[in-house]
Structure formats: C-alpha cells, structure tokens
C-alpha cells in the first residue's frame, strides 16, 4: 500500500509517496494527485492511499534538514523499487554529484563510463520521479532550457546547496 504525505519547503508543498520499501516520488513540479498517480502508474501495482498522512519520521527529518542546510542529509534516504537498471545507475551517478554544482549530461555519462550515453542521462533525469533525493538540478541540460517556476527552483536549489558548501 502507498501512502502519500506532503511537507512544507521554501518551495512550496512537496509531495512525498512512499510504501514499506522506501520512497517512490518526491515532486515540488508536479504535485497534483492526477500527476503523482500518473508517474506511479510505471513503479507501483498497489492503489495509492486518497488520505494524506504523516511522512515517515526518518523521512520527514531528512527533508528538513536538507531545508534547513545539510545538502547531503538525503544521501540516507531508501528508495523503492524504481526504474531500470540503466535508470538506476544513471540516478546513482547523478546522487554523487556534490550539492551545489552541477554536471552536464555528457559529463555524467563519463561517470558512467560512456561518454555517448549523454541522451540517455538527459532522459533518466527527465523520467526522476525522486525530486531532491536524486538531483536532477544538478545537471546542466537534462531538460533543455528550463523556464519560469522550474528555473527558478532549480537557480534557488542550486544557490541553497552552495551556500552552505564549506568555504562558501
């Protein structure tokens, strides 16, 4: 069974689905039942819980630490069973990108060890259902030009890690 909770950030409301396993979806962009429902359609063959509940405590802290300037206080974070195996690993290697600088999707496939998977980076970063935990807003390119409120999110994620970079 899925449960759903939303936490309060600088942000705006972020949506957290989560099951026994760990989190599934973590989203200020797309916060919408319809939304959630639709990406979890791909993860999850359980229903998701209507009524909104308390994240999990270890859940909960670790977003508020991360509001509060611990940049790397959702490395602990468990996730469930998301996404393929080239998925994942692109996710792994976006998690290791230090909080507040960003790669581009080229650079990431270096990681990965192949600098010609760069699309395929681009299109795991689109499909990241873990907003934050993975951070996409770190890598430069992954959506094209970001506009409006995504920019925005994105340039102010970006200012609150480095801010609190040692020797920033």
């Known amino acids: 069974m899925l449960s759903r909770s939303v936490v309060a950030t600088p942000l705006g409301p972020l949506v957290l689905v989560h099951d026994v396993d760990g989190l599934l979806w973590a989203s200020v962009f797309a916060t919408s039942p319809q939304a959630v429902e639709t990406v979890l359609a791909r993860f999850a063959e359980s229903p998701l819980v209507e009524a909104d509940v308390p994240p999990p405590c270890g859940l909960a802290a670790a977003f508020a630490a991360y509001f509060a300037g611990d940049a790397n ?27 507040g600088t960003t790669r581009t999707c080229a650079e990431v496939a270096a990681l990965l060890g192949d600098v010609t998977r760069a699309c395929e980076v681009a299109e795991a970063a689109r499909r990241n259902p ?3 935990v993975v951070p996409c ?17 994105r340039a102010w994620l970006l200012a609150h890690e480095a801010s609190r970079r040692p020797g920033a």
């Open 73 to 99: 206080s959702l490395e602990e974070v468990t996730t469930g069973r998301l996404g393929t195996p080239a998925e994942r690993a692109v996710w792994a290697a976006i998690r290791s990108i230090p909080p």
């Open 130 to 132: 873990l907003a934050l």
């Open 137 to 153: 807003h770190r890598v430069a390119g992954a959506f094209g030009w970001a506009t409006g409120d995504a920019a925005a999110r």
